[in-house]
Each structure stands twice: as C-alpha cells, then as structure tokens.
Nanobody, 125 residues
Framework: QLQAYGGGLVQAGGSLRLSCAAS????????VGWFRRVPGKEREFVAT????????YYAGSVKGRFTISRDNAKNTAYLQMNTLKPEDTAVYYC????????????????????WGQGTLVTVSS
C-alpha cells in the first residue's frame, strides 16, 4: 500500500514536502508518480520518478518549482514543492507502477497499479 502525507495550508510563495510511504511490497520495484486533483476536474499528472531515482519527468506547470525524489532504503518517495501558487491547491496522490518506465506514459493514471489516499494541499493567496 501507498500512503501520501504531508499536506497542509501554506501561503503563496511557501514550500511543502509531501511524502509517499510504501508498505507491504518492495518499494524499489515500483516507479512512482504524483498526481493531483481539484474538485470537479480530472486527476492531473504532476511528476514521476524511476525505480532507481535516476530519471524524473514533470508537468510543465510545476517544472522548476517541484522536485520528486525517493529513498528506497526508507520505502518513501517525496515531492518537494517550492514557490507554491494558489492554483497548486489540490488533493495530491502518489501512485506506484510495476511496468516499464516511459516518461510520457507515466503521465496517464491508467499506467499505475497502486494508489495511495491523497493529502490536501491548500495554498492561500
């Protein structure tokens, strides 16, 4: 199972770090993705990272502000979010995929095998 946590309320321009903790499986066998959803909209891709952490890929809206990383020894992935904007307000989800990593394909929710419960991030203006 995957569990995202670390959300909260932050002012615009601030930072938050989300964590995605894995249990019950070999975390290092999963590529990880972060998605977010605003009420009334589809889940939106944010970032993804390979099993080793050697490659990453970001949505254009967060590139340069967000950083995805992972620590396989701790069975945890992270999403460091800097320079937050009100439009970043959403429920953030982490997901795991057992298949072959492909940057473009990892932007699609159906690519992922496992999903965690989300964590709410609220950015005030």
């Amino acid at each position: 199972q995957l569990q995202a946590y670390g959300g909260g309320l932050v002012q615009a321009g601030g930072s938050l770090r989300l964590s995605c903790a894995a249990s019950g499986r070999t975390f290092s066998s999963l590529s990880v993705g972060w998605f977010r959803r605003v009420p009334g909209k589809e889940r939106e891709f944010v970032a993804t990272i390979t099993r080793s952490g050697g490659m990453t890929y970001y949505a254009g809206s967060v590139k340069g502000r967000f950083t995805i990383s992972r620590d396989n020894a701790k069975n945890t992935a992270y999403l460091q979010m800097n320079t937050l904007k009100p439009e970043d307000t959403a429920v953030y989800y982490c997901a795991g995929d057992q298949g072959v990593w492909n940057a473009v394909r990892m932007t699609v929710t159906s690519k992922y095998d496992y999903w965690g419960q989300g964590t709410l991030v609220t950015v005030s203006s």
